[in-house]
């Protein structure tokens, strides 16, 4: 069955920087877009980017110029490099893939 394991999270000072990384199995990696989204305590789940499979990205505009989103089909890893990191970005870190979610992993990012 589709298993999305994400790992990195942790607690930073803000300006820090994280790499999450999800690994993805059960399917055909390379043939997905995939994404990541975050719940920050008290909010919705909010789109945070997202890679195709011939590696386009886009970014919410709350992260752009800070995150980097990348993958690595070989491994069937997916990546979420984190820069310049601010409070407001602590949230629960998540993987998608269509409907299939990981456990998530938590960033803390303290002022």
């Known amino acids: 069955q589709v298993q999305l394991v994400e790992s990195g999270g942790g607690l930073v000072q803000a300006g820090g920087s994280l790499r999450l990384s999800c690994a993805a199995s059960?399917?055909?990696?390379?043939?997905?877009?995939m994404y990541w989204y975050r719940q920050a305590p008290g909010k919705q789940r909010e789109f945070v980017a997202f890679i195709t499979t011939g590696g386009d990205t886009n970014y919410a505009n709350s992260v752009k110029g800070r995150f980097t989103i990348s993958r690595d089909n070989a491994k069937k890893m997916l990546y979420l490099q984190m820069n310049s990191l601010k409070p407001e970005d602590t949230a629960v870190y998540y993987c998608?893939?269509?409907?299939?979610w990981g456990q998530g992993t938590q960033v803390t990012v303290s002022s």
């Open positions: 059960g399917f055909t990696f390379s043939i997905y877009t």
């Open positions: 998608n893939r269509v409907s299939s």
